[in-house]
């Protein structure tokens, strides 16, 4: 009787190494593979897929803006601006546009009566950032219902969102 328990502990111990072994080969069969990167591609595939570099995707607003409580003779314009990639963008730089606007809120003209830039530096993966721009007021130019629009102008390794998109502009 013992000899026959012997046995079925044997046969036990056997069959768990094979579903062990079993188990093992499935998983390490349908394991993801590597994400194809250029030196396996060319390794494997004669023709390999462009993979483009990634870029930064940028988008700056016009948060509010108004009359400098302490300078009468200019206007503070805050903006946000948002990275949506997954890169630092760099050398960011931001342009508002001040326009002559009537009493409805629509622009009179095309051309902006003041421009102003700022370059704020860069913007970090995924992230926003609050900057502040300051510009002359001009009452004559501009009329009584002066209309101001803010975005990014400029920056490096980044795809600006108002570029990709024509209804934003």
């Not at 930064?56 to 009359?67: H, I, P, Q, R, T």
């Not at 830039?117 to 009584?144: F, M, P, W």
Request: charged share 25%.
């Amino acid at each position: 009787m013992a000899k026959e328990n012997h046995t079925y502990q044997i046969i036990s111990v056997i069959l768990l190494i094979a579903v062990i072994a079993f188990a093992g080969l499935y998983f390490t069969k349908s394991a993801p593979s590597q994400e194809i990167n250029e030196q396996t591609c060319s390794d494997y595939i004669n023709e390999c897929p462009e993979i483009p570099e990634e870029k930064a995707l940028m988008f700056g607003v016009l948060n509010s803006w108004g009359e400098n409580l302490y300078d009468s003779s200019e206007y503070l314009l805050t903006v946000d601006v948002y990275n949506f990639g997954e890169v630092e963008a760099k050398n960011v730089e931001l342009i508002c546009d001040i326009y002559v606007g009537d009493k409805d809120g629509y622009t009179v003209s095309e051309t902006p009566v003041t421009t102003v830039t700022k370059r704020i530096g860069n913007v970090a993966s995924t992230s926003y950032k609050y900057a502040e721009l300051e510009a002359d007021k001009n009452s004559q130019k501009e009329g009584l219902y002066p209309l101001a629009v803010c975005s990014v102008n400029y920056c490096e390794n980044c795809e600006i969102l108002d570029d990709k998109i024509p209804e934003l502009e």
